[in-house]
Nanobody, 126 residues
C-alpha cells in the first residue's frame, strides 16, 4: 500500500509558477514509478508527466513539454511537479499517482496506476 498526499496548489496569475509536491508513505518509494495527471472541469483525466523509480527516465505529454518539469527525491519519498509559464487552460485538479515497476518503465495510462492522491487544485487567472 502506498499513500500519496499532494500539496502546493493554489491561485496564480497567467505566466506564474507553482511547485506541486507529492509525499508518499507506506511502502518502498523506490519501487514505484510516479506520474502526474490532471483533470479540468468537464474533461477527462489526462497524463501530464511521469518519472521512473530511480528518476533516470521521464515521459512527458507533448502538450506540456518545456513548461512542466518533474523530479523526485527518493530520500524524502517525494515527487515534484514544477509548473512554469502557467496559462488559464492549465486550471485543473492535479493528481499524483504511483505504479509498481521493476524496471525503468513509466506508464501513461491512468488505469495502469495503482495508487492515487486526493488531488490539489491549480487555478490560473487571466
Amino acid at each position: 500500500q502506498v499513500q500519496l498526499v499532494e500539496s502546493g496548489g493554489g491561485l496564480v496569475q497567467t505566466g506564474g509558477s507553482l511547485r506541486l509536491s507529492c509525499a508518499a508513505s507506506g511502502s518502498t518509494f523506490e519501487s514505484y514509478a510516479m506520474g502526474w495527471f490532471r483533470q479540468a472541469p468537464g474533461k477527462a483525466r489526462e497524463f501530464v508527466v511521469g518519472i521512473s523509480r530511480s528518476g533516470g527516465s521521464t515521459r512527458y505529454a507533448d502538450s506540456w513539454k518545456g513548461r512542466f518539469t518533474i523530479s523526485r527525491d527518493n530520500a524524502k519519498n517525494t515527487v515534484y511537479l514544477h509548473l512554469n509559464s502557467l496559462k488559464p487552460e492549465d486550471t485543473a485538479v492535479y493528481y499524483c499517482a504511483a505504479h509498481y515497476s521493476d524496471a525503468e518503465l513509466v506508464r501513461v495510462i491512468w488505469y495502469e496506476y495503482d495508487y492515487w492522491g486526493q488531488g490539489t487544485q491549480v487555478t490560473v487567472s487571466s
